[in-house]
């Protein structure tokens, strides 16, 4: 038995010392192999008498699987090794910065509207749009502002050339209204849309750009009254500011197209220079302006005002967003000064919605 | 419109302050844009006395001061003002008070090493002038430790009236003048008005001059009445002291007595009028129209040129003023004048209006005429006018002379109380609605309805809306309720069009996408406009608010060009912009499209892992067609042609049928040149409002059904013609197994070694994917072999060896 004993131990020896998986390998075909030293030992078996078999048989046995075990073993070993230092040469500076993605935003005016739009989709409004170039009839006349009306003056509107000036030369419409009166001559009451979109006035400053953008939100139905608009302008202002606070004051005003008009404050704090809070402090910020509708729009657009009543209220798009995000100019909304939209810019996935939020 | 505390008291007896005065005229709808207070200003400011005056130990040219403020110490105060001595009485500022002309704070300080506990005031850093010589020295008689401002008011230095600047809204011309704002404060309850009537002023002989009204039939109604008087024997000189003073205080201009009295009033009662130095008119006056180019030099120095539609005041040789906007040089009153003639008519707002616009002149007559003036007010503000001139001036008037006659009183409007209930939102009773109305002047009725009639100052007022607008106004509005609007539906219903919904849809998967969005401004200069097949007559403003933004964008890539150059002037070389907005097609209502349009802008960012790569044409096609995608769930088909403004070669346009939807490519170096690039630009353009609206379609997805059979790929590569479109390969290979084919990937295109001059290798990987059964070799062969049969009779192509 001490024949099989050494060789085992000669074996394992070496299996232990192999480096690398070629010795192995040779090492196996040597003793495990077709005329290895262990199956050479094998064969013999089949010589010699069955009782030295019954010993020698299962010592044979033995000596193959502890061998072959010991390769198996020391070859994962070996390939752990190997994995190990593959994987180590493979090691990287991770502080390098990653491959370059460009990060793309949406503007602070498409993010506010659909804020707006959000807000006034779940009180029932339908978004209504019309022409940038609009003619003088539905920009001014159908909105009842007469033909000498100051507003209508060349140093306020932008008008196409063409045309006689407060005739048939067309305008760049300076409010949104007139598609309130488009929706009117094409839809009967009830009528519950707002119409945001682009307006132009001769204007240049720091709070006026050439153009700016409006929403106006326009009721008609019967039995309207300004108890329906101030409730409209509450509820749209706690949504849209994210306040439940908040504080609001009229103050009549004159619009050609409403009677009785209103402006609107929202009560703020201004104290400290450059912020603004809601719902607080002694300032009053105006908001803009609104009013029932005039019974002669009414009529001009084909709707009875015995029968139906309306209101409308109107704001700044570039307004609303600079109140609520704090943008302190209106020129950088329109500057696309990458740097301005990257800063002020929303995330394309920043989708405003009533049940996760408006704004983060 | 601006006036005084007292000037608002001559006409309304009330006891409120100036603060509560200006709250209730903004909640009445005269809104205050300013109190100016000057009294209020200096509120912390004392009278003290200088005890002695001595010389700074360490400066020469200040003094050491010992003040008695009325305390029980005295101050010991540094000043460096000449006029420092002992015994002068001085404005006193303590630590604490904020200096009005600097806006600081004042501090003890030590100055030149000695403490100074205070300030004696110039009458530059109280904002009381331009004097900075010295301290002002009080009168003697200035009580020691009482407010400064008593002393400085009674000195004439300050004046403690507090001042209000009130917005008129244009249908209010009847606001425009203390008195009509102290008629709606006493509506308001604020007071009582004591504004007593005008009595006339008997004449003394009759006129010389005669005044007529020469008018067409149709417009008559230019200048319905026209009155005057002559007034003899004046001396015109300076106006009185308080009347110069209450012009100072609200910003107007003392010129004469003359002129004076016809300002004052016009800023009293509202009522422009005009003074004529009679002596230098030729024969009488007559109301007209102009003639064509007849010209006026007016008061303003500037000779206008004027129009048949300009309604002038005219002796018998020429025009003398242009009626309700400004009267003329020539005939003006001067220190010279002895014989004036008063002229007061009613002019028609609308003609006023547009006289004025077109001459491009600003003044009070013809912000009230325009208004809206109170046409019962013609004679008694002629007659007022009148005995100011008389008094001031001396001399005697003639009989008043009349052409014309006053226009008829307004009709009476019918009124349901109850409408303000209906519109207004707001119960008031009928009784208080009543006593509005007649507060504010209106004649009520009381009938079933109320038969209202507006004052002859209102002619704002015609209809019953206007009415609700007056009782809510006087009421106050705080009493409306909210009210809910009723809520349509249990959960609200989507609202968005097709179209809303794509451009929404589009906006956010190109910013996903790593573009910034931009909104420009929908002009740009018409050079520009003409690169991109724009610039024309039709689409050009009449008055652009500059040279380089007067033609409407006949598409968005120019507005995204200027960006990107305004963006490299800062330095930035790398970007993507791009914009949802009109391109203009013509400048007509209508002639415009919602458009997206994308570019991106430079080389290959500067990376150490050398991803990037020069802007090209197929980041363009690839941004535009996700934003295709995006929009209409799927892509049009792309080919050759797109605008001149692209690369010839780099460039393609998407069309569905004959309707081109969009372009992309890189941008034309020549119009890079004209927008000053010096970087590649690729960009695109979709017109959204060309593509189709959505399909209504089914909710339920089409059943997923993957197959249990393996897939395989085989590569081929082919060599063609070098201007055979790849495409061309993809499509004929497809078409040559439609059951097997899952998917086709272009994967190489290779010209140059080993592929013959004017030839390219296109390489591509078929996908099969069998549904029934896993392929045999023999089938996957005989699928090999009916694709490069159909690739090469399509395309004239031969495999790759």
């Known amino acids: 038995m001490s024949d099989l004993g050494k060789l085992q131990s000669e074996l394992l020896a070496r299996i232990t010392a192999a480096t690398d998986e070629a010795a192995l390998e040779a090492l196996r075909v040597e003793a495990l192999g077709k005329k290895g030293s262990i199956s050479e030992l094998l064969k013999t078996l089949g010589s010699i008498s069955p009782e030295e078999r019954k010993v020698r048989g299962p010592a044979l046995n033995g000596l193959r699987d502890a061998v072959a075990d010991a390769i198996a073993g020391r070859k ?90 407060g005739k048939e030369a067309n305008v760049l ?36 750009s050439p153009m700016f953008h409006q929403v106006e939100a326009l009721v008609v139905d019967r039995g309207i009254h300004l108890g329906h608009l101030k409730w409209t302008i509450e509820e749209f202002c706690k949504a849209f500011f994210e306040i439940d606070a908040i504080e609001l004051r009229a103050r009549p005003s004159f619009f050609p197209f409403t009677e009785p008009s209103l402006e609107w404050d929202m009560r703020c ?22 009013g029932m509708v005039n019974p002669k729009v009414l009529s001009g657009c084909g709707i009875d005002p015995a029968q139906y009543s309306g209101f409308a209220f109107g704001f700044g798009l570039d307004r609303m967003a600079m109140l609520k995000y704090a943008i302190p100019d ?31 | 419109m601006k006036l005084t505390l007292s000037w ?107 403490e100074s506990r205070g300030m004696m005031c110039s009458a530059r850093e109280l904002n009381l002038g331009q004097d900075h010589d010295g301290i002002i020295e009080l009168d003697a008689k200035a009580k020691v430790g009482t407010k400064a401002a008593q002393a400085l008011a009674s000195m004439g230095l300050l004046n403690t009236d507090p001042v209000l600047e009130v917005s008129i809204t244009p249908n209010r011309g009847d606001a425009a003048s203390v008195w009509g704002i102290a008629r709606d404060l006493a509506a308001a309850g604020l007071g009582k008005l004591k504004t007593e009537k005008v009595q006339p002023v008997a004449g003394k002989f009759p006129s010389p001059k005669k005044i007529t009204l020469d008018f067409a039939p149709e417009e008559k109604n230019a200048c319905p009445i026209f009155a005057g008087r002559l007034i003899r024997g004046v001396k015109n000189g300076p106006a009185p002291k308080w009347v110069q003073d209450r012009f100072k205080s609200v910003g107007m201009k003392s010129i004469s007595a003359l002129v004076d009295v016809t300002n004052l009033v016009a800023q009293d009662r509202g009522r422009p009028l005009h003074v004529f130095d009679a002596d230098r008119l030729s024969g009488n006056l007559s109301a007209r129209m102009a003639k064509d180019h007849e010209q006026v030099l ?49 002019f028609d707002p609308a003609r006023v209006a547009r006289a004025g616009r077109k001459l491009g002149i600003i003044s009070d007559a013809r912000y009230r005429f325009e208004r809206g003036v109170d046409p019962q007010f013609v004679l008694p503000g002629l007659e007022l006018a009148t005995q100011l001139i008389l008094e001031w001036c001396g001399g005697e008037a003639s009989d008043v002379v009349i052409a014309g006659e006053l226009p008829p009183p307004h009709k009476h409007i019918e009124f349901n109380p109850a409408l303000v209930e209906t519109l207004g939102g707001m119960k008031i009773p009928r009784a208080e609605v009543i006593r509005i109305l007649e507060g504010l002047g209106f004649t009520v009725l009381p009938h079933d309805t109320l038969h209202v009639t507006p004052p002859s100052w209102r002619h704002d007022v015609d209809g019953p ?36 919904r794509r451009a929404r849809t589009v906006r956010r998967t190109l910013a996903a996408r790593g573009f910034n969005e931009c909104v420009s401004f929908s002009f740009i200069a018409r050079d520009q406009a003409k690169l991109f097949g724009g610039g024309d007559d039709a689409r050009q403003l009449a008055n652009p608010i500059a040279s380089d933004l007067d033609a409407l964008r006949p598409s968005l890539l120019p507005s995204l060009l200027a960006a990107a150059g305004r963006n490299a002037a800062h330095g930035i070389g790398e970007m993507m912009l791009f914009e949802v907005g009109p391109a203009f097609q013509g400048g007509t209502p209508g002639a415009q499209s919602l458009n997206v349009a994308g570019i991106i802008v430079g080389d290959a960012a500067r990376d150490w892992l050398k991803s990037g790569h020069a802007a090209d044409v197929f980041d363009a096609k690839s941004a ?69 609206e959505a399909k209504a379609k089914s909710k339920a997805r089409p059943l997923f059904t993957p197959s249990p059979y393996q897939a395989i790929s085989r590569d081929f590569a082919f060599v063609v013609d070098q201007n055979v479109a790849a495409d061309a390969i993809v499509k004929a290979a497809r078409s040559a197994e439609r059951a097997l084919i899952e998917s086709i990937t272009l994967f190489d295109v290779y010209q140059g070694k080993g592929v013959a001059e004017g030839k390219k290798s296109v390489a591509i990987a078929v996908r099969l994917q069998p549904k029934d059964k896993t392929l045999t070799e023999a089938e996957i062969e005989a699928v090999a072999q009916k694709i490069v049969a159909g690739v090469m009779k399509a395309t004239n192509a031969t495999l790759r060896s």
């Open chain 1, 76 to 165: 994962a070993q070996l390939g752990d090794a190997a994995l190990d230092a593959r994987l180590k040469s493979e090691t990287v500076d991770v502080s390098l910065p990653p491959r370059p993605t460009a990060q793309g935003s949406v503007h602070p005016i498409s993010q506010v509207l659909e804020e707006i739009t959000a807000i006034f989709a779940d009180m029932g409004f339908a978004v209504a749009e019309g022409p940038d170039v609009e003619f003088d009839d539905y920009n001014f006349t159908k909105l009842n502002i007469p033909p000498n009306h100051p507003a209508r003056q060349m140093q306020d509107t932008f008008y196409m050339s063409g045309g006689e000036v």
């Open chain 1, 173 to 208: 419409r300076t409010h949104t209204s007139p598609v309130q009166v488009r929706t009117m001559l094409a839809q009967k009451p009830p009528i519950r849309v707002i119409s945001p979109g682009r307006a132009y006035r001769v204007d240049s400053d720091a709070t006026h």
């Open chain 1, 269 to 290: 704090d201004r104290s400290v220079p450059g912020q603004i809070k809601f719902g607080q402090g002694n300032d009053w910020l105006e908001l803009g302006g609104s």
């Open chain 1, 330 to 360: 209106i020129r950088g909304f329109f500057e696309s000064d990458i740097r301005w939209l990257k800063h002020y810019g929303f995330a394309a996935l920043d989708i405003p919605t009533l049940y996760g939020g408006l704004s983060k």
């Open chain 2, 8 to 114: 608002l008291k001559e006409h309304l007896d009330t006891d409120a302050d100036v603060q509560t005065i200006a709250d209730k005229l903004t909640s009445i709808g005269l809104e205050v844009e300013s109190i100016t207070d000057a009294g209020a200003a200096l509120n912390d400011f004392t009278v003290a006395e200088i005890v002695t005056a001595e010389k700074h130990p360490n400066a020469d040219k200040l003094r050491l001061c010992v003040v008695n403020a009325g305390d029980a110490q005295p101050l010991q105060i540094v000043c460096g003002a000449p006029n420092a001595r002992a015994g002068i009485k001085v404005v006193l500022a303590r630590p604490g008070t904020v200096i009005p002309a600097s806006g600081e704070t004042l501090k003890i300080g030590a100055i030149r090493g000695v």
């Open chain 2, 298 to 346: 007016a008061l303003d120095g500037k000779t206008y040129v004027l129009d048949a539609q300009t309604v002038v005041i005219a002796d018998d040789s020429f025009a003398r003023g242009i009626a309700g906007v400004m009267g003329g040089e020539d005939t003006g009153c001067s220190l010279e004048t002895v014989n004036v003639f008063l002229e007061s008519a009613w």
């Open chain 2, 465 to 500: 809306a206007d009415l609700v607008e007056e009782v809510m106004r006087i009421h106050g509005l705080a009493g409306v309720a909210s009210t809910a609007l009723p809520r349509t539906h249990a959960v609200a219903k989507p609202v968005l069009t097709g179209g809303q």
């Open chain 2, 624 to 692: 535009m067609l996700a934003a295709l995608d995006a929009a209409m769930n799927g892509a049009p088909p792309v080919s050759e042609g797109a605008p001149n403004w692209f690369h010839p070669g780099r460039s393609g346009k998407a069309a569905l049928g004959p309707k081109e939807v969009g372009a992309f490519g890189e941008i034309h170096p020549r119009i890079l040149a004209a927008f000053d690039l010096k970087m590649p630009v690729a960009g695109f353009e979709i017109n959204l409002d060309a593509l189709p």
